[in-house]
Nanobody
Framework: VQLQASGGGLVQAGGSLRVSCAVS????????IGWFRQAPGKEREGVSC????????YYIDSVKGRFTISRDYAKNTMYLQMTSLKPEDTAVYYC???????????????????WGAGTLVTVSS
């Protein structure tokens, strides 16, 4: 199982960015998938997650209305489209997959089974 995140970079506040995560070794409908982020000096947090066969999608309050999680089954790739970016969105973004389902929030990071290496998103003010 491999997850490969890409698409991070430097963007000005108010701008947009899409991060991608190509997965291999499993299909996207087999696990809960999600995007997590970790800012310097902070704990890793679940930004957005979606259950294995759709249905429940979760967004952390601070990104609701600005971020959209999606997946392309044909490409076996998941995405996080980020708009109206703010400096506080600056973090390393990780894609992850796991067996624990979304119930009210993303699973805890410790409950996710597979991780990508992360991609840095920097939002300048």
């Amino acid at each position: 199982v491999q997850l490969q995140a890409s698409g991070g970079g430097l963007v000005q506040a108010g701008g947009s960015l899409r991060v991608s995560c190509a997965v291999s070794g499993f299909t996207l409908n087999a696990y809960t998938i999600g995007w997590f982020r970790q800012a310097p000096g902070k704990e890793r947090e679940g930004v957005s997650c979606i259950n294995s066969r759709g249905g429940t999608t979760y967004y952390i309050d601070s990104v609701k209305g600005r971020f959209t999680i999606s997946r392309d089954y044909a490409k076996n790739t998941m995405y996080l489209q980020m708009t109206s970016l703010k400096p506080e969105d600056t973090a390393v973004y990780y894609c992850a997959a796991g067996r624990r389902r979304v119930v009210g929030s993303c699973p805890r990071p410790d409950d996710m089974n597979f991780w990508g290496a992360g991609t840095l998103v920097t939002v300048s003010s």
